[in-house]
């Protein structure tokens, strides 16, 4: 609850105290989710695609917004600054298999399928990466994030 967190960062930072957020932006993983995406649509699923965008926009909200919801808890923002880092797989099947993965994204994924195409999607999803990542020597996922700098007023 982002909402409540700035509330209680506010609440307690003392007046000229710093407040550094940092957080994902929303184009995180774009790589998988655009063979998602395509398998979605292939399979006739496309209901899903907008349950997909719902969740991403769920978990990591857009520069303007979070900006805003500082400048509505009292907080002067000073800097933001944004830049990447990737993660970079030997190919689809390891980065489905990658621990972080599996703990914090496997589950919210499968909440997008309907439990009964979950295997055929994520099979095919995961075949569409493989071939990826045999033209571009693995598979990559980006994660662009912003770092908002700010002070209590």
């Not at 184009?27 to 998602?36: I, N, P």
């Not at 999803?125 to 033209?135: C, F, P, W, Y």
Request: hydrophobic share 40%; net charge positive; with cysteine.
């Amino acid at each position: 609850d982002l909402d409540a967190t700035l509330r209680e960062c506010f609440r307690v930072l003392k007046k000229g105290g710093q407040l550094l957020h940092t957080f994902n932006l929303p184009e995180s993983f774009t790589e998988f989710y655009t063979e998602l995406e395509q398998v979605l649509i292939k399979l006739k699923l496309e209901s899903s695609v907008p349950l997909m965008r719902t969740q991403i926009l769920e978990k990591r909200k857009p520069l303007h917004v979070v900006r805003n919801l500082l400048l509505e808890h009292g907080f002067e923002i000073s800097e933001v600054h944004e830049d990447k880092f990737h993660y970079h797989f030997s190919d689809g099947t390891v980065m489905l298999n990658h621990h972080s993965i599996r703990v914090a994204f496997i589950e919210g994924w499968k909440k997008i399928v309907p439990e009964r195409h979950q295997k055929e999607v994520f099979r095919e999803t995961e075949k569409a990466m493989n071939k990826k990542a045999k033209r571009m020597d693995g598979f990559n996922l980006t994660v662009p994030f912003a770092l908002v700098d700010c002070r209590r007023s």
